[in-house]
């Protein structure tokens, strides 16, 4: 790692990565899962914000997966100043870590008053070691399960908030020491099956990958299960995803409901039908 990249990967008490950013930094984080409110219905959710020089960019959105339709997506951008407390308000959407009890807050809200705000207590999250992995010079990887979720979703402005919460969530970083001209295409998965359990992968198809598969699966307790490295990962014409794996075995599909006619997004989010049902976001992305 550059010496003159002040670029960490710590532990602060629960195994998340914490970031102290040069102005040569860019990064991608996402915050993806299932929350469930007291009535026992469940909703998928991603939220990724990414940095590039002074620019930030934050997609979010949110599924109704009783009812399997999209209930927002919302794109916000702006540029900020540099802060290394790591606390970024882009648009309507926000992103903070709070040192004094490790813990990161989120949300977004859009015009017609739908949104989120989650609240992520990372001190009950497992210890089990996690490590950050160099998927080609200067490109590091990271992903974790982080503890209890907390908050509330807005789903308009003539109706109530719904309090939710989820046992853990997906958090995954890729980040590079620089920034450059020299563009790299990602494939990410990640998902979350309604009996707690789910996996990502990830894919870096390039020469100089020092590793160009990353995948992993955790149980319902949040423990790491044996998986195969080589997840099959396909976007298909017609907006679905194929994933597949032969360990453990998998075969699963599922459509973005984020497409629109004439539109194109790098990330597609969808529900699993089936022996595993639940919530899965991919995307093609260039980092």
Not at 9 to 23: H, R, T
Not at 171 to 198: I, K, M, W, Y
Request: glycine share 8%; charged share 20%.
């Amino acid at each position: 790692m550059k010496q003159g990249t002040r670029f960490k990967i710590g532990v602060l008490m629960m195994c998340l990565p914490a970031l102290m950013m040069a102005s040569d930094t860019a990064f991608n984080w996402v915050f993806s899962g299932i929350v469930t409110n007291e009535s026992a219905e469940r909703y998928g959710f991603y939220f990724q914000i990414q940095r590039h020089d002074h620019t930030y960019q934050v997609l979010s959105t949110l599924v109704d997966l009783e009812k399997h339709t999209l209930v927002f997506v919302e794109e916000n951008e702006a540029v900020l100043p540099e802060d290394p407390d790591m606390n970024w308000q882009v648009g309507q959407a926000y992103l903070g870590f709070k040192p004094v009890n490790n813990s990161w807050v989120f949300g977004v809200k859009t015009e017609s008053k739908q949104g989120f705000n989650f609240k992520i207590d990372t001190l009950s999250q497992l210890t089990q070691p996690t490590k950050t992995q160099t998927l080609r010079p200067g490109l590091l990887f990271f992903v974790n399960q982080t503890g209890r979720l907390t908050g509330h979703l807005h789903l308009g402005e003539d109706k109530v908030d719904e309090f939710v919460t989820a046992k853990h969530t997906w958090f995954r970083q890729l980040s590079s020491e620089a920034l450059t001209n020299d563009p790299h295409p990602v494939t990410n998965v990640l998902c979350q099956f309604d009996d707690g359990s789910g996996f990502y992968a990830t894919h870096l198809l390039e020469s100089d990958a020092s590793r160009g598969f990353v995948a992993g699966w955790r149980d319902a307790s949040g423990k790491p299960v044996s998986m195969s490295q080589f997840v099959h990962m396909k976007s298909l014409p017609n907006h679905d995803w194929q994933i597949s794996s032969t360990l453990p075995a998998l075969q699963m599909q599922f459509s973005d409901l984020l497409a629109k006619p004439g539109e194109s997004k790098a990330i597609s989010a969808g529900i699993i039908s089936g022996k595993r049902s639940g919530f899965c976001a991919a995307g093609k992305e260039v980092v």
